[in-house]
């Protein structure tokens, strides 16, 4: 569905700007390529906002606040980053790479992939040939209905365990970005699913919420409020211990889930990830390859 939505956003902007070309290049051609350009400005001015809302609100954060330097380079980097992945990935190649469940086991732990919010298996492409080539076989969920409650996702995550632990005998890896975390913690309360999960790394998971979740309409964006009633009943039902399954990537530049420490879960094994971006995170070399040692362990 949200490969759908993707496509046809990006269909009306493209005619949208043709019409305008056509329209305004007889009377002025500088004014139709100044007005071709507005739409890239609205997203690399929202992008902005976002980052100084994100600086602003870590003031009082107990995580190292970023310099500014770090600020502007993460911005930078998120904005062609997001385009990527929004723009070419997943409306267009979140197909293209089919899930590896391999005839015969490779002796290596299998992994879930779990993406977030306004998502699909499309974010992970970069992941799927290291994954392969490092013998781990893996799926990688689409969470549908796509602005659903975080709940209904439990069962869509409790199959694709259950695919991969028949494919490797072990049990497996949950990597999860943003929301995905959530995604997975919903479905260890729903399917008392402790014993049959190695290890969850999440990546920029709002585990407290987030300050952005407010301005949401969604109702799994509600869900993600900071400090909301959600995300406060779901650490209110899980178990003592169970936070010692998650390692937790987070960032001081991390400009979807903010504070930062909302994306910390205590007595997880948190670590922060300084001057890295939120859909950057899922792609930058160091979390990468830390993810993978942890999957090999």
Do not use: K
């Not at 089919?98 to 919010?117: I, K, M, Y």
């Amino acid at each position: 569905m949200i490969a759908r939505l993707q496509r046809a956003l990006l269909l009306i902007t493209v005619l949208a700007l043709v019409a305008w070309l056509v329209w305004q290049w007889p009377q002025s051609p500088v004014r139709a390529m100044l007005g071709a350009l507005v739409p890239l400005a609205l997203y690399f001015g929202v992008m902005a906002v976002e980052f100084v809302l994100m600086h602003i609100t870590n003031r009082a954060d107990a995580a190292p606040r970023a310099r500014r330097s770090q600020v502007l380079a993460a911005w930078w980097a998120e904005v062609w980053v997001a385009l990527m992945v929004f723009c070419w990935r997943q409306p267009f190649r979140h197909q293209s790479v089919p899930d590896w469940l391999p005839a015969q086991p490779t002796g290596r732990r299998g992994v879930v992939l779990v993406h977030g919010f306004m998502c699909n298996r499309g974010l992970w492409l970069p992941w799927f040939s290291r994954l392969q080539g490092a013998g781990h076989a893996y799926v990688a969920v689409n969470l549908e209905p796509v602005m659903g409650s975080i709940d209904e996702y439990a069962d869509i995550i409790e199959d694709a365990v259950l695919r991969v632990t028949a494919a490797t005998g072990m049990a497996p890896v949950l990597l999860c970005h943003s929301m995905g975390g959530l995604a997975v913690r919903a479905w260890l309360r729903a399917h008392h699913a402790d014993g049959r999960v190695h290890r969850v790394l999440t990546l920029g998971t709002p585990h407290g919420g987030t300050w952005l979740g407010r301005f949401s309409r969604a109702v799994n964006g509600r869900q993600m409020s900071l400090a909301g009633d959600w995300v406060v009943a779901l650490q209110r039902a899980e178990p003592a211990g169970r936070a010692a399954l998650f390692t937790c990537w987070y960032s001081n530049c991390d400009n979807i889930v903010f504070p930062a420490s909302t994306a910390t879960l205590p007595g997880a094994d948190n670590r922060l990830v300084e001057g890295v971006a939120h859909v950057q995170m899922a792609f930058d070399g160091g979390v990468m390859r830390a993810c993978l040692e942890e999957m090999g362990r």
